[in-house]
């Protein structure tokens, strides 16, 4: 099954665009409904993942609906992966304009890994219109476990333990968060035995199942 790319420069709370790249099968129409799955770190999924490649296969088998890849870039992943106030402005601004181009069936689904993973639950938490997160070895980062797994993935700048306590500060507030009344919202999260963010995904895992629970 052929399928297309087109560019796009979405409006963001930065000072410059968001860039994405939406991929769609070659005969889905601008206008005809589809889901939309938001790719955090896109081209980094496509080229190393090869996930265009496998959603092509499974829409062309009909194991899945015809269905648009939004494969954001980052620029600034540090600053705009760390639970910024900012990049989850920039993510409904886009998302909007890209509703105004692209007929959306359903709700959004949100997917990322590491920090895109945190920033994938984040967002689905902002914005409501998204009703799936999936996230791979989530970087839910605790003062208590991960200060010094965070500064080896930042090189260890000043500004980047700045941004620890946000992503810190981010984590600990979710299980504090409440859908609203009436709204689906499924998370999965995936994690690695033998990976160093195994225990902090699972501290996540259980905060947001106690969060499930009081709601039934």
């Not at 991929?23 to 993942?49: F, K, S």
């Not at 890209?98 to 689904?109: G, Y």
């Not at 946000?166 to 979710?174: E, F, K, N, P, S």
């Amino acid at each position: 099954m052929d399928w297309r790319r087109t560019r796009h420069e979405l409006p963001s709370a930065f000072e410059g665009p968001l860039p994405v790249e939406v991929c769609r099968p070659a005969d889905l129409a601008d206008d005809a409904e589809a889901p939309l799955l938001w790719v955090h770190d896109g081209p980094a999924y496509d080229v190393e993942g090869g996930l265009v490649e496998w959603a092509a296969r499974r829409v062309g088998r009909g194991d899945l609906p015809p269905m648009r890849l939004v494969l954001a870039d980052v620029r600034r992943r540090t600053q705009w992966y760390t639970a910024s106030p900012r990049y989850l402005r920039s993510f409904s601004t886009g998302l909007t304009a890209l509703q105004e181009q692209h007929a959306v069936a359903s709700s959004v689904a949100v997917m990322g890994a590491s920090l895109g993973g945190l920033t994938s639950l984040l967002v689905g938490m902002a914005d409501e219109r998204v009703g799936a997160v999936f996230a791979q070895s989530g970087s839910f980062f605790t003062p208590e476990t991960d200060r010094q797994l965070f500064a080896e993935q930042t090189q260890g700048r000043e500004i980047d333990l700045v941004r620890f306590d946000r992503v810190a500060d981010a984590v600990a507030g979710l299980s504090a968060w409440r859908p609203a009344p009436g709204r689906r919202f499924e998370v999965t999260l995936t994690c690695g035995r033998e990976e160093e963010n195994l225990p902090n995904n699972r501290l996540t895992a259980t905060a947001l199942g106690r969060r499930a629970s009081r709601r039934g």
